[in-house]
């Protein structure tokens, strides 16, 4: 076996002769090393025997040179943890022993082969092995130029030939065992991959059933509203003024119709794959969501109910993304929904202005008296808002106002136009 020098030097010729950087070797199995060991010691052995032969027919004087040739192979316990070092050290070796017969040089030979090929398979570094296999072919020419095959006994015929078939064996249980474990791998893998499609499906039905929820909530909490509040007014004037109560009734009716349309709308986006599929016919009497377009008359309803609101629109109008618009939309109706709430007899003013880098909504009340229909809020209205106006970027300021009165402001990043 190699003694502790001598590794430490092939470790310091593999790292002279790979460059800086290189990416270390994987590191061997204890199954790896033993065979390696038991190659070098084969090989050993054999140029042993022929320099035994060597010597006893060339005298007594041969003992000392023939001492050096089994010393030529046993690099090669450490042919895939150093192969390039292991090279460099076999060729001198092989070179210097080649004239000391025939035989000897051919058992190089196949030392050398073992060396160029361990280096070629571990090899890390394909500048490396420019200069080093090319040193191998020349070192073959000038070991085989003279030499014969060796005659070998029976014996070592068999065992020449069980050998790499118990090699060849050896791999493809390797390969099998290497392939099973890659399937299981792969298996594990998909696996994997499914539970985090899985997992990611329930993430998405949640956050889904909360823009549904936050949906409804708009739509029904506005309309609802108004059409208590026009019920409860037609209510008290029915006996003393019927023709305002009548008018009240009406609105209550037309409130009923729009909270009916857009909950058909919420509802429809929602049925179009499961039930419609992708049909155009089925789907062509959806209409768009709400924007900013519609705000007039969301501010007309909310007059009807009898709270009176001046809508401002400051800037240039231009075009702004349908998210956007909704967004902003919801934010008016939620906060004048919450005024005819919580600030009944109160005046309220909606602003919206296209600044050049943003879309401010803005609503704002007097203050005012609470209504009953205040009992019905839980509070979702303004988390809602934010968490829609988040996924735009946006920002939601709620407070009470310095003079009285409460203010609901929007902040919408728009691209520069």
């Given at each position: 076996m190699i003694n502790l020098p001598t590794a430490a030097?092939?470790?310091?010729?593999?790292r002279l002769a790979e460059p800086p950087g290189a990416a270390p070797p994987p590191r061997p199995t204890r199954r790896g090393q033993a065979f390696d060991l038991a190659l070098a010691l084969f090989l050993a052995f054999a140029c042993?025997?022929?320099?035994?032969?060597?010597?006893?027919?060339?005298?007594?004087?041969?003992?000392?040179?023939?001492?050096?040739?089994?010393?030529v192979p046993l690099p090669l316990a450490?042919?895939?943890?150093?192969?390039?070092?292991?090279?460099?050290?076999?060729?001198?070796?092989?070179?210097?022993?080649?004239?000391?017969?025939?035989?000897?040089?051919?058992?190089?030979?196949?030392?050398?082969?073992?060396?160029?090929?361990?280096?070629?398979?571990?090899?890390?570094?394909?500048?490396a092995l420019l200069p080093s296999l090319p040193a191998a072919a020349a070192t073959l020419v000038v070991l085989f130029d003279d030499a014969k095959l060796p005659h070998f006994p029976n014996a070592v015929i068999a065992l020449l030939v069980l050998v790499p078939v118990f090699a060849v064996a050896y791999?493809?249980?390797?390969?099998?065992r290497r392939v099973d474990e890659e399937r299981e791998r792969l298996s594990a893998l998909e696996r994997g991959r499914l539970a985090a499609l899985e997992h990611a499906a329930e993430h998405a039905v949640e956050l889904e059933r909360a823009r549904i929820a936050r949906e409804l909530h708009d739509v029904v909490t506005h309309n609802v509203s108004m059409m208590t509040i026009q019920a409860g007014a037609a209510r008290k004037i029915l006996d003393t003024a019927p023709d305002k109560a009548r008018e009240a009734m009406a609105a209550v009716e037309a409130g009923g119709r729009a909270a009916m349309t857009e909950l058909r709308q919420v509802m429809g986006l929602l049925t179009i794959d499961s039930e419609t599929g992708d049909d155009p016919a089925a789907t062509a009497?959806?209409?768009?969501?709400?924007?900013?377009?519609?705000?007039?008359?969301?501010?007309?309803?909310?007059?009807?109910?009898?709270?009176?609101?001046?809508?401002?629109?400051?800037g240039e109008r231009r075009a702004v993304p349908p998210g956007v618009e909704l967004a902003a939309y919801r934010v008016v109706q939620e906060a004048l929904t919450n005024t005819v709430k919580h600030a009944g007899g109160?005046?309220?003013?909606?602003?919206?202005e296209y600044a050049p880098g943003h879309l401010r909504v803005e609503v704002t009340d007097t203050g005012g008296r609470t209504t009953g229909a205040a009992a019905t809020g839980n509070g979702r209205g303004l988390i809602g808002l934010?968490?829609?106006?988040?996924v735009y970027g946006g920002t939601l300021h709620t407070g009470p106002r310095p003079r009285g009165g409460y203010r609901v402001k929007a902040l919408i990043p728009l691209e520069s136009s």
């Open positions: 030097r092939l470790r310091a010729a593999a042993a025997r022929y320099a035994t032969t060597a010597s006893e027919s060339h005298g007594t004087d041969w003992y000392g040179p023939m001492l050096l040739v089994p010393l450490l042919r895939r943890r150093l192969p390039l070092a292991v090279l460099w050290a076999v060729l001198p070796a092989a070179l210097l022993v080649r004239h000391q017969s025939e035989d000897i040089a051919y058992a190089a030979g196949v030392a050398v082969i073992v060396a160029a090929y361990s280096a070629a398979a571990y090899g890390r570094r394909p500048a791999e493809l249980r390797m390969w099998r009497d959806l209409s768009p969501q709400p924007g900013l377009g519609r705000l007039d008359a969301l501010v007309d309803g909310v007059r009807r109910a009898g709270l009176p609101v001046e809508l401002t629109v400051t109160a005046d309220a003013a909606v602003t919206v934010r968490e829609r106006l988040a």
